[in-house]
């Protein structure tokens, strides 16, 4: 599996459909919104990460794993993914993103807007959702509900334990 990593021009291309997704982490104080865009545009299947900050090992890890269970579920080939991080800080790194780049994989492929929620979680190849650290002080970096996996269920979150019972919340939020 691929994921090319490169420098997306601000200019979107044309046949694009683009949601937001609201990933959250932890940049060792506190917790941050990471705001990523993510573009599906006439294409080959191929997944473009931009280059706008620096990602550690895990984060890419993270990515991949993503993009494969995305692929292995719907097996898309008839467009290519352009993913934009935004915000800050400059290097990500860290599984936690996981759960937020299925999401966007899928809200852009087929018209859905998540933005309206916050996304923290690993993923497993089964799309079974694995917990991660720092929960309650990510979700303080947004204001609205925060979907996590059941082992940082608690009150107050949104707890899904698979991605289709993700897939479940964000349908009904089409762009």
């Given amino acids: 599996m691929v994921v090319v990593f490169l420098v997306i021009l601000a200019v979107q291309p044309s046949g694009q459909r683009c949601v ?17 865009t993510f573009c599906a545009v006439p294409g080959n299947g191929e997944v473009y990460l931009s280059m706008d900050h620096v ?13 494969a269970l995305f ?7 008839d467009r290519a993914f352009l993913i934009r991080v935004g915000g800050s800080p400059e290097y990500f790194d860290g599984r936690s993103v996981a759960l937020a780049i299925y999401v966007g994989l899928f809200a852009s492929a087929f ?5 309206h ?8 190849y089964d799309g079974s ?4 650290g720092y929960v309650r002080e990510k979700a303080a970096a947004f204001d609205g509900p925060v979907v996590v996996p059941p082992g940082n269920c608690g ?4 707890c899904v334990s698979s991605v289709s019972d993700v897939e479940r919340i964000i349908t009904s939020k089409r762009v």
């Fill in 129 to 132: 959702i694995l917990p991660v």
């Fill in 155 to 158: 009150s107050g979150f949104i």
């Fill in 117 to 124: 929620y916050a996304f923290t979680g690993d993923l497993a």
């Fill in 20 to 36: 937001r997704v609201n990933a959250l982490g932890y940049d060792g104080v506190r917790g941050v919104l990471i705001p990523i």
């Fill in 111 to 115: 018209g859905y807007d998540p933005s």
């Fill in 71 to 77: 692929r292995d579920r719907y097996g898309v080939s």
């Fill in 55 to 67: 990602y550690g090992e895990a984060f890419q890890s993270a990515v991949q794993t993503a993009v």
